[in-house]
């Protein structure tokens, strides 16, 4: 049994990956849970190595006080990797990753500055930022990401595909038996919150299945909205059916997902269905 590499630098990296082919990237930021290990069983299954890497992106936080409280937990992360074989775990520090200038212009199109890119200013272009460096220095034949984050992968994914020959490959949201997707942020959340926010997600899974094959107007979802913030008490960012493909807003179910941001006692959630 070959034991999992713990690389912390750019040149024990470069060491390790040296002559390996069909590499598989899992990117991530850490506090792993269940939707994590999900991407990185896909990966051990589709390819001869695989990387995860833990890196709390600074960049990507519009707001300095979301990037301290993020949560953070490297011990266990480590023994979940370990349990799963992976490979190699890159756990980086802010200068081994951004020691050199960008070499690609990140530029989002207005087309683009909806759901959370509208509302978190620069949170995409870190994201890219990161993704691009990343991409550079792995070289992966696939990058594994979630729907749990829809947009990011949408937009990682042209972005990547664009500029490498590395894929981005989907993979389906995990979600607990209260049907809230799982997320390292909810370890921010009360046992009541947490079950509260499970009766968000079901509720509009209950929503959409009523009206499949069916049209949902604009008119019927602000309905929701005012009526999840008052039943909940949440405060609701966003809620929005969008088009699968190319996130035009859309009234045909089958083709669409249903976009949610909302506010739980100051913990920020976000879902698709
Ligand atoms: P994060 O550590 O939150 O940046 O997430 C790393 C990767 O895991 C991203 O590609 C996420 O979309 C994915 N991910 C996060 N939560 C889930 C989930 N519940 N199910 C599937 N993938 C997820």
């Known amino acids: 049994f070959i034991q999992m590499k713990i690389l912390l630098r750019n040149n024990d990296l470069n060491e390790a990956l040296l002559g390996v082919s069909n590499v598989g990237f899992v990117p991530t930021m850490g506090s792993l849970h269940n939707g994590h290990v999900s991407l990185i069983k896909k990966s051990l299954r589709y390819c001869n190595k695989t990387v995860v890497s833990i890196f709390v992106n600074p960049k990507q936080f519009n707001n300095k006080n979301d990037f301290k409280k993020y949560p953070r937990s490297e011990k266990r992360d480590l023994k979940i990797l370990k349990k799963l074989k992976v490979n190699f775990v890159y756990i980086p520090t802010k200068k081994q990753i951004y020691n050199s200038k960008k070499k690609i212009k990140i530029h989002l199109s207005k087309k ?7 509302h978190r200013k620069g ?6 930022d990161v993704m691009i460096r990343l991409t550079e220095k792995i070289k992966p034949t696939k990058i594994f990401m979630g729907e749990k984050d829809f947009q990011q992968l949408l937009l990682v994914k042209q972005f990547i595909e664009n500029n490498f020959k590395s894929k981005v490959i989907s993979c389906k949201t995990i979600r607990d038996d209260n049907k809230l997707a799982l997320s390292s942020r909810n370890l921010l959340l009360n046992k009541k919150n947490l079950t509260k926010a499970g009766r968000v997600s079901r509720n509009l899974i209950n929503f959409k299945k009523r009206f499949s094959n069916k049209m949902i107007s604009k ?9 999840l913030e008052k039943n909940y008490n949440i405060d609701i960012e966003y809620l929005e059916m969008r088009d699968k493909k190319n996130l035009s807003i859309s009234k045909k179910v089958n083709s669409s997902k ?8 100051k913990i920020r959630l976000i879902d698709n269905f």
């Open 123 to 128: 949170h995409f272009e870190g994201v890219i």
């Open 219 to 227: 008119r019927l979802i602000l309905e929701k909205k005012v009526e």
């Open 112 to 118: 683009n500055k909806i759901l959370c890119a509208k």
């Open 258 to 265: 249903i976009f949610i941001a909302y506010y739980l006692d």
